[in-house]
C-alpha cells in the first residue's frame, strides 16, 4: 500500500466550477501535511500547509480529518491557471522527510 | 535571493556510463534534500544532508549512487554505472532550521539513461 494515495484524475473542469481533491495518508504519525502544485515539467511548489481547523488562502481550502487520515483540498472558480498537477504530501518528522503522492491532475477548459 | 539551482537540466547518457549532477542550495540552507521521480511513479525521497553530514539516506536505490556534499554548501550526485531505470527527473530541495521549514525545490536534472 501507497503511504499517500491521490486519484491520479485527469479531472476536466469548466472555468468558474468548484473542485474536490482527496488523499489519504497510512502513517499515523505523521505530523505535518501540505498540498504542492507542479506545473507540466517543473518542479514542485508549495500551495498551502493543511491543518485540522482547515484553512483557507483565496479560492483554495484545505482540510485534515486526522481520525480518518484523510485530506482534502477545494478549488472555487477556477481558472484557467489552475491546471496542473496537485501533490498530496505528508512530511514524516521522525524521518524529515516529505512523501508525495503520485499527483492529481487538474485541466480546466474555456 | 537565488533559488535553489540544479546542473545540467538534462542529460542524455548511455547504459553503464556515469553521471555526476550539481545541487545548489538556497544560501544559509542547512538541510539539503534529494528526490526524484521515475516516469509514472511519485516523487520519492533519497537522502537529506544536514551541513555536510548525511541525516539520512534510506532512500537511495543502491551502492551505483553516490551523494556528498563537501563543505556542507553544494551538493553532488553520482551515478555509476548508470542503468536504464535510473531514468527520471532528479530534483534537489533545500530549507533552513533543524525543525519543518517548507523545502524549496531546483528545477531538476532530467536523466535519460539510453
Known amino acids: 500500500r501507497k503511504e499517500v494515495e491521490q486519484d491520479p484524475g485527469p479531472f476536466n473542469v469548466p472555468e468558474g466550477a468548484t473542485v474536490a481533491f482527496n488523499c489519504t495518508y497510512s502513517n499515523s504519525a505523521s505530523q505535518s501535511f501540505f498540498w504542492y502544485r507542479q506545473d507540466c515539467r517543473k518542479e514542485p511548489k508549495l500551495l498551502m500547509s493543511?491543518?485540522?481547523s482547515g484553512n483557507e488562502d483565496g479560492r483554495f481550502t484545505a482540510q485534515l480529518n486526522r481520525a480518518s487520515q484523510y485530506i482534502s483540498l477545494l478549488i472555487r472558480d477556477s481558472k484557467l491557471s489552475d491546471s496542473a498537477t496537485y501533490l498530496c504530501v505528508v512530511f514524516s518528522g521522525g524521518y524529515n522527510k516529505l512523501i508525495f503522492g503520485a499527483g492529481t491532475r487538474l485541466a480546466v477548459h474555456p | 535571493e537565488a533559488g535553489v539551482t540544479q546542473f545540467p537540466s538534462h542529460s542524455v547518457i548511455e547504459k553503464g556510463q556515469t553521471v555526476t549532477l550539481r545541487c545548489d542550495p538556497i544560501s544559509g540552507h542547512d538541510n539539503l534534500y534529494w528526490y526524484r521521480r521515475v516516469m509514472g511513479k511519485e516523487i520519492k525521497f533519497l537522502l537529506h544532508?544536514?551541513?555536510?553530514?548525511?541525516?539520512?539516506e534510506s532512500g537511495m536505490p543502491n551502492n551505483r549512487f553516490l551523494a556528498e556534499r563537501t563543505g556542507g554548501t553544494y551538493s553532488t550526485l553520482k551515478v555509476q554505472p548508470a542503468e536504464l531505470e535510473d531514468s527520471g527527473v532528479y530534483f534537489c530541495?533545500?530549507?533552513?532550521?533543524?525543525?519543518?521549514?517548507?523545502?524549496?525545490f531546483g528545477p531538476g536534472t532530467r536523466l535519460t539513461v539510453l
Open positions: 493543511v491543518y485540522s
Open positions: 544532508f544536514v551541513k555536510e553530514s548525511k541525516q539520512d
Open positions: 530541495a533545500s530549507s533552513p532550521g533543524t525543525s519543518y521549514n517548507e523545502q524549496f
